[in-house]
């Protein structure tokens, strides 16, 4: 089993989190999502980020990949390996509702000017980022932390009572955010608490050993004491 | 049950074909997605549609409502009623990839352009539509369509051999487009032909019988035989 990915895709980030908590071993491939690589294309029409190879068979996104891991380990016999969605069908809806949250409107509201102003218009442009992009982003991501604050505040995980896909999903976009320096951790101690949380977690240990060309992490990001 | 939902809503309209196909009879409730009203936000915080209202929950979002009404109708003795997902896991996988492919790339690419330009911009902003925006999101248009001809040279449903939750979302965003008449069928007899076919389901009657006030729909939209 192969996974395609980028390091600074929060999409990616979940896919690598939920192999490493049911314990499946994957070679790396980095793909950079902006440059639609004809190879990368014929693998997956869609041109989005990540894909697992199989022997004959592709599963591409992080939709398909998330539920396809959950189909296929739910009747392991492994107790050291976590339940990730509840059984109960609208516990399920709850704890894909917040799935979606990030991946959908996080992603869109937050990430996409993020890293298109922060990673992909120096890096690969050469351009300077648009500081209004930059403060709009950043109002839409103190809204988004305070709603998690509320949610925190009600509930002990972000789907619910036990851990699950919602909160591997919402760490590997605030991963992404902290690895360029943009949560400010003082404004939402609830949504910290969580993070350190999530963060311990022996399948984020790889995640925090990644480095990427030309962006220097703030130092508290691999600190699990923060 | 109630659905809240918009008449010119892609994801409303997937989770009203996929309710009419499970036979599930649900009082329709409007809610416009552009107003942000006070008491839909208290029952949904994301703002997105449709919702599922329950006795005492809320489903909020086209993905966990797919998923809730493939788990709960799955065990069903009734034979009309399809099953709108394969059982095998790569198959699964492939039928979400078709799913997400819609409802994330093409609305993202296609509708939400389209969608600003000539419903909320002239009918809430009274402004003229950006005939720029439009004809970005037609060319993107063209290049789905072409995808999905080519898709449907090899398979005769959308996400393989058999009628999935993928041709209900496909054709759910396909009639949204056909009903502000931006379908070119004559560029695409593969996917006409296709559309032909799932428009005639009964589950489809009551979606083409919508009205919206200040468009109209062009003769064809309603013609199962166009």
Known sequence: MQLIHYSLCPHSRTARLLLNEYGIETALAEEKPWEWRAPFLAVNPGGNLPVILLDNAAICGIYPITEYLIETNVYTEDATIPELLPEEPVARAETRRMVDWFHTKFYHEVWSYLSYERIENPFVHRK???????????????????????????????????????????????????????????????????????????????????????????????????
């Open 128 to 226: 300077a980022p648009n500081p209004e992009a930059i403060r709009a982003a950043m109002a839409n991501l103190h809204n988004h932390m305070a709603y998690l604050s509320r949610l925190l505040e009600e509930r002990y995980w972000i789907g619910g009572d036990y851990i699950s896909i919602a909160d591997i999903a919402a760490a590997a976009h605030i991963s992404c955010l902290d690895f360029i320096g943009d949560v400010t951790w003082e404004r939402a101690p609830i949504v910290k608490n969580w993070y350190a949380r999530v963060k311990s977690r022996p399948s984020f240990r790889p995640l925090l050993q990644d480095t990427v060309p030309g962006i220097v992490p703030p130092p508290f990001y691999t600190n699990l004491d923060f």
